[in-house]
């Protein structure tokens, strides 16, 4: 019998290749893409194409009416040809714009909703496989109804449709909604939702420090 030992995750460990040159081959507002040589000890050299960023994270905000219902926008996505219901989203205008600054915008823009708290719930890879692109959720409470404005031409007329944290779920089994962002905010407010009911009870789930403390940063500021 072998004996296998198990080493700890380290994201950071050395790279099984090294990065020998790269060019850029197409620039957007968004994002541009590099073509990017590598050497590897197993194959020798290689190319990727490498999706990069621009202006920091993409943004998306989970937001819960008082009435304890999600406010989800109708998009039409050219790449797919389908609608879809997605949670408001989008990036910066410029590098100065933070992502607490572009959830205020794109709540307001795409949802119709101010908040009076926002709060950084989780930050994930969108496709690691060729992309640099992060993704960062908020979660928005206190929100009162306000003007919205117009997306792109490609959806017109963006309807809004206000679910409860249960009805996004079925949506999410039943393929309703299919956006990867807005499934794991939906997926991070019911843990959070839970979480409150959790503390209520007398328990303190780490979610909630995690929020309590970002409201105590954010204060000290």
Same mark, same amino acid.
């Not at 009435?67 to 205008?93: F, K």
């Given at each position: 019998?072998?004996?296998? !030992?198990?080493? #700890?995750?380290?994201?950071?460990? =050395?790279? =099984? +290749?090294?990065?020998?040159? #790269?060019?850029?081959?197409?620039?957007?507002?968004?994002?541009? +893409?590099?073509?990017?040589?590598?050497?590897?000890?197993?194959?020798?050299?290689?190319? %990727?194409?490498?999706?990069?960023? *621009? *202006?920091?994270?993409? +943004? /998306?905000?989970?937001?819960?009416?008082?009435? /304890? @219902?999600?406010?989800?926008? &109708?998009?039409? @996505?050219?790449? !797919?040809?389908?609608?879809?219901?997605?949670?408001?989203?989008?990036?910066?205008?410029?590098? *100065? &714009? %933070?992502?607490?600054?572009?959830?205020? #915008?794109?709540?307001?823009?795409?949802?119709?909703?101010?908040?009076?708290?926002?709060?950084?719930?989780? @930050?994930?890879?969108?496709?690691?496989?060729?992309?640099?692109?992060? !993704?960062?959720?908020?979660?928005?409470?206190?929100?009162? =109804?306000?003007?919205?404005?117009?997306?792109?031409?490609?959806?017109?007329?963006?309807?809004?449709?206000?679910?409860? =944290?249960?009805?996004?779920?079925?949506?999410?089994?039943?393929?309703?909604?299919?956006?990867?962002?807005?499934?794991?905010?939906?997926?991070?407010?019911?843990?959070?939702?839970?979480?409150?009911?959790?503390?209520?009870? /007398?328990?303190?789930?780490?979610?909630?420090? %995690?929020?309590?403390?970002?409201?105590?940063?954010?204060?000290?500021?």
């Amino acid at each position: 019998m072998s004996e296998t !030992t198990f080493r #700890r995750f380290d994201p950071w460990r =050395p790279a =099984p +290749v090294k990065e020998e040159a #790269r060019h850029q081959v197409m620039h957007s507002h968004y994002f541009n +893409v590099d073509q990017v040589s590598f050497d590897s000890s197993q194959v020798g050299h290689f190319e %990727r194409f490498i999706v990069e960023e *621009n *202006n920091g994270d993409t +943004v /998306g905000i989970i937001g819960l009416t008082d009435d /304890g @219902r999600i406010p989800l926008v &109708e998009q039409y @996505r050219l790449p !797919t040809h389908r609608w879809t219901l997605e949670i408001p989203a989008g990036h910066a205008l410029d590098s *100065n &714009e %933070r992502p607490h600054e572009v959830a205020v #915008r794109k709540l307001k823009e795409e949802a119709g909703y101010e908040a009076k708290e926002l709060v950084q719930v989780a @930050r994930f890879i969108n496709t690691p496989s060729f992309s640099t692109q992060h !993704t960062a959720i908020f979660f928005a409470s206190g929100l009162t =109804p306000v003007e919205r404005g117009e997306l792109g031409p490609e959806t017109p007329r963006p309807d809004v449709r206000l679910v409860t =944290p249960e009805e996004a779920s079925d949506m999410i089994t039943n393929a309703t909604i299919v956006d990867a962002k807005t499934i794991i905010a939906i997926m991070r407010l019911r843990e959070h939702l839970e979480a409150e009911q959790a503390e209520q009870s /007398g328990a303190h789930p780490r979610l909630i420090q %995690r929020i309590a403390k970002a409201r105590s940063d954010r204060r000290t500021k």
